[in-house]
């Protein structure tokens, strides 16, 4: 055996890691890959005692591979799948309590602003400010602060917060603060949070995770097993973990993760180059014109698939996106088929226009999540709508 074969997992590198799976160690036959165990309770040898499994609101063999095969993923001591991006954030938020106050920037995904915003029914109320600057955070964190929501990069101004910083500065206030990040843009290939400090990390597993926008499911990563139990008690209390088949659909995506990526983003370099080339304003951390380059490629190793360019004009804007042929109109990202959207009329439409106004969204952002086709033909269709708008 040679001395690479006699590294432990976790010493290889991200993209060996998602092909390296533990099918199920416990089943009989040796499965390659991860049965689907489609059944919602188990047979007990006993009338007092339970084997691991005994209903699948609980657990599910399905599921707990998946998580296993996460949590190698993101650095975790454990991770938790549930049924969408919106229920990891929803399961996050309920370990907190009435009176306690969150922390979370301007630029967020529409749903998490609503999500935030329905809560302060619950007397969890948030504190929105520009998370890119870290003494915005440290400024506004009170006696009240519980927790941390950070997103980086932003979508879809891109904007970078600095994640170690953040996490120190909080913790160093008050250890009990809970600094979560939503991972979702740059998956655990390319920014691992839980290493920079960050308490909890979650994804949406709809986006890059499973990559093909055929399922829903949401990832949770922690480092404190205690916070782990905590979560998952909320998830077998209501009963959110992910079901059987979506979890063998999510870890069969999870194993190409790397491959997509990488192209994903070589591509959206060259497209960020072109755009910038044609003279118009372009959001890419990529590109060294980003003014948090260093920042975003200190802490993450890539500028991801995702951009925005402005335009100047709502209309010239829509005309674009309405133009391109090869580039879908749709909402999210992270699928195999590159994506455009106007996000402040699709996306973030859920944040009222004063308030996008007042974060500085502009209207006129046109955000391009770069898919796996021939990148000619994509910088070709992108050429072509920019010409008929006048824009070249
Ligand atoms: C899509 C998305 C979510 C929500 O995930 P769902 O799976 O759609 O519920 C949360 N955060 C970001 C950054 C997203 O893009």
Redesign the pocket.
Known sequence: MDRESQKSAQQYRPATRVVSVDANPADPYNPASTPIYQTATFKQSSAVSTGEYDYTRSGNPTRTQTERHLAKLMDAQRALCVT???TALDVIMRVLSAGDEVIAGVDL?G??NRLLKFLEKSKINTVHVDTCLVENVTSAITSQTKMILL?TPT?PLIGVCDIKAIAEIAHARNEEIIVVV?N??MTPILQRPLELGADIVYH????YLSGHHDL???VIGVKKEALGDQLYFVINSTGVGLAPFESWLLMRGVKTLAVRLEKQQASAMKIANYLESTGLKVNYPGLKSHPSYELHNKQACGGGAVLSFETGSTMVSQQIVEGCKLFTISV??GCVNSLISMPCRMSHASIPPEVRKERNLAEDVIRLCVGIEDVRDLIEDLDQSLRAANVI
């Open positions: 969408s991006g919106m995904y749903g998490t997103e979508n939503d979702t843009m949406s597993g709809t986006k829903m499911a949401g999210s990202f």
